[in-house]
């Protein structure tokens, strides 16, 4: 009798153990707060880089700076952010981006893994000079 | 009441081991009697006009039997002059050569036939058969049957296909040198010099350049005619000015185009699906095995430019072309 007492009371106890949260997309919210970009790429249509050199991330004014090589398609890039762990981007990047317009910079969304902070940052694309 | 049972384990555990370990008898397996016959296709990747589809056709009967006296393929569409069946039974030997021993007489084409005549004692054989496409094949199946007929009068045959063939052309290894034979055209899948392209400028699509220049890296570059901004120090000949969409690849070796390792083949459905929307008219900085997609400005074509090679000393490109007619 006490047997089944314990089962039937470890029963509940997992039954009623509270799931892990997760967001709209289904991803794990954790409580990690972090939130910040901490690399970012270019590639372009071959999937190849068309940085010069690496990204300058400022993850207090929010901004990454990137030139990119003379002659770079730029309606036809692949982004790649690494975020902190646990972190996500909005909106997400599903395919090429056309960075084309240079005058309003496209700008992505950080939010932590909490999904309490919320940080956008602007993505300023310079091209190479042609001498 | 329980125990009393025990005694039986012993007994089936004899009664498992004894069948357990019974011996098999056996029996040499017997050779298939009368004339048998078996084809394999080597070749892979998309069968394109002018290209061969090979096969390897096997046929043996047992020597007391008798022995081989032809051997033939038919094809639902007969093959082009250079279509052949092979008159070598090949081995290979300790040194992993393969080495041919001549078992009959050069193959005949008759039609859609070729056949081969052996003039040796043979009882089995295996005959490569290359089979090459004809423009009259291009975009349709062909099937073919593979036959052999021995001395005591028995008869084989093996059906092979439907293939389809291709719709795609193909060019290899077109040299492109800057300020001499520059002007490509995808209509003829050839490469012009200015007066050429002059006297063919609506058939120009793209322009080979090389260029060095001190902090940029364009050094070798196919832009289309209205892409002036890439064509530095470039006079085009009247009448070019074409702009030609495309867009940059990397390491998609098509193994038609590169004949490296990699086993990549671009078929004409590649072609269908390829999205030139916002597509630029210039690629510049390629390398040996990048690549371009092409779309024509009148979107009748779209190609695929392999680079096999680049060389700066002589401001040269060596490309390879597949082309598919899209309207």
């Known amino acids: 009798m006490t047997i089944i007492s314990l089962i039937l009371i470890t029963l509940v106890w997992v039954r009623c153990a509270k799931d892990f949260p997760v967001d709209e997309d289904g991803l794990l919210i954790t409580s990690r707060a972090q939130c910040y970009v901490s690399n ?66 496209k700008k992505y969304t950080v939010i932590s893994g909490n999904r309490q902070v919320k940080k956008t940052y602007t993505v300023y694309i310079t091209v190479q000079p042609k001498p | 009441m329980q125990r009393k049972y025990f005694g039986l384990i012993p007994l089936i555990l004899v009664i498992i081991v004894f069948f357990s370990c019974k011996n098999e008898e056996y029996s040499v397996p017997l050779g298939k009697t009368g004339l048998n016959n078996d084809c394999i296709k080597r070749t892979l990747g998309p069968n394109i006009v002018g290209n061969n589809i090979e096969f390897a056709y096997a046929m043996a009967i047992p020597a007391l039997e008798g022995k081989i006296v032809s051997a033939q393929v038919v094809a639902s569409i007969a093959g082009a002059p250079a279509t052949y069946l092979e008159n070598r039974s090949f081995y290979t030997n300790a040194s992993g050569v393969d080495v041919g021993i001549t078992v009959g007489s050069p ?170 929307t916002n597509a630029p008219n210039f690629v510049i900085n390629l390398k040996a095995q990048a690549g371009a997609w092409v779309e024509t400005a009148d979107g009748k074509y779209r190609a695929y430019i392999y680079i096999n090679s680049v060389n700066n000393a002589t401001s040269s490109m060596t490309v390879s072309i597949k082309r598919y007619l899209m309207k």
Not at chain 2, 125 to 133: D, E
Not at chain 2, 192 to 207: E, G, M
């Open chain 2, 107 to 276: 193959s005949v084409n008759t039609d859609n036939k070729t056949m081969v005549t052996f003039t040796k004692d043979t009882c089995a054989s295996t005959l490569r058969y290359f089979y090459s496409i004809p423009e009259a094949a291009r975009g349709q199946s062909v099937t073919f049957t593979f036959s052999a007929i021995s001395s005591n009068g028995q008869t084989v045959s093996y059906e092979m296909g439907p293939y389809a063939i291709v719709k795609m052309d193909m060019k290899l290894d077109l040299v492109a040198t800057d300020n001499k034979a520059c002007y490509i055209s995808i209509a003829d899948m050839a490469i012009y010099d200015a007066a050429t392209a002059a006297a063919n400028a609506d058939k120009i699509d793209l322009v080979y350049l090389y260029r060095a220049i001190t902090g940029l890296t364009f050094n070798h570059a196919l832009a289309s005619p209205a892409a002036t901004e890439y064509l530095p120090g470039i006079t085009l000949p009247a009448g070019v000015s074409k702009s030609t969409k495309m867009s940059k690849t990397w390491a998609l070796n098509d193994f038609n185009l590169a004949r490296l390792q990699y086993g990549i083949y671009i078929d004409d459905a590649d072609f269908k699906v390829i999205d030139f």
């Open chain 1, 40 to 105: 970012f790429e270019l590639l372009g249509a071959d999937f190849q880089t068309v940085r010069t050199a690496a990204a300058v991330i400022d993850t207090t004014a929010l901004t990454i700076n990137t030139i990119v090589l003379y002659g770079t398609d730029l309606k036809n890039l692949y982004p790649q952010f690494s975020l902190v762990t646990d972190a996500k981007l909005d909106p997400k990047i599903t395919g090429k981006v056309d960075f084309s317009d240079l005058t309003n910079p």
